[in-house]
């Protein structure tokens, strides 16, 4: 299957054009919906939620990922195969999480098709799904020349801030769950909140985090929004107050 990740959203034409170019070229190959609203414009926000997304897509799939606001400029257009994936993409960090986890099988950079149509503005479109398509189809191109992983050894293991905000107000953090204890606490905005095993364990109207689905440390408000009530969006820190 072709998994898409992108930051396009739903609304306009930009996801519903890659599916079309993506059957066009693999037809039969399933194309998922992975997540069409990654944080917009912030393939850092977005690199630690799709290493959190990624255990469980399937071996053999390809990943088509797409947060790219320097679309058009320098950064590399990469296929790097990653854990038995194949993930197909802008070099801007995006990946970097992935392949600091995981390693990196194979890196090349595609080359676009002879006669193509490349625009400079919708590359997901123009460069990446045939990619994609081509690759769930089992053709690695000879054109595609091998080349290192661009790193960004800067960004953290794991990131103590909002990394993303669901439409309940949770917001999601890029601290895996596992790298904290029982007795962490997370100072988010003003408040400083303990850990709860799920939202039924507590009080309507508390605030909390907990191990989310994806692994995940998670700050939540049961049967409320913890974005509202702590005033706190994509991007803001947060504090680790060891036990």
């Known amino acids: 299957m072709i998994l898409l990740f992108t930051d396009f959203g739903l609304d306009g034409p930009y996801q519903g054009q ?8 693999a037809p039969g190959i399933p194309v998922i919906d992975l997540m ?9 926000e977005a690199a630690y939620l799709l290493a959190a ?14 947060v790219d606001p320097g679309v058009g400029g320098a950064r590399p257009p990469l296929a790097c195969k990653i854990a038995g994936r194949w993930l197909v993409g802008p070099g801007n ?32 479109r123009d460069l990446f799904a045939p990619a994609a398509a081509r690759l769930a189809l089992g053709d690695v191109p000879q054109a595609w020349p091998e080349r290192e992983f661009p790193r960004h050894a800067d960004w953290p293991d794991d990131w103590a801030a909002v990394i993303y905000v669901d439409g309940y107000g949770n917001l999601m953090t890029g601290l895996r769950a596992a790298s904290l ?12 909140v303990e850990k709860a095993r799920t939202f039924s364990d507590l009080p309507k109207g508390q605030a909390f985090w907990y191990e989310n689905s994806n692994g ?9 929004s913890a974005a509202q009530m702590l005033g706190l969006k994509l991007g803001n820190p947060i504090v680790v107050i060891p036990s």
């Open 53 to 66: 997304l990624f255990p469980e897509c399937p071996e053999g799939s390809v990943i088509l990922a797409v």
């Open 216 to 224: 995940l440390a998670e700050i939540a408000v049961n049967q409320g």
């Open 36 to 44: 069409a609203d990654a944080p917009v414009f912030r393939p850092q």
């Open 93 to 124: 960090g995006l990946l970097e999480i992935l392949v600091r986890r995981y390693g990196v099988e194979d890196c090349r950079e595609i080359v676009p098709e002879a006669g193509a149509r490349l625009t400079a503005s919708f590359h997901g």
């Open 18 to 25: 890659m599916k079309m170019v993506l059957a066009a070229r």
């Open 181 to 192: 204890t029982a007795d962490t606490r997370l100072k988010a905005g003003w408040q400083e």
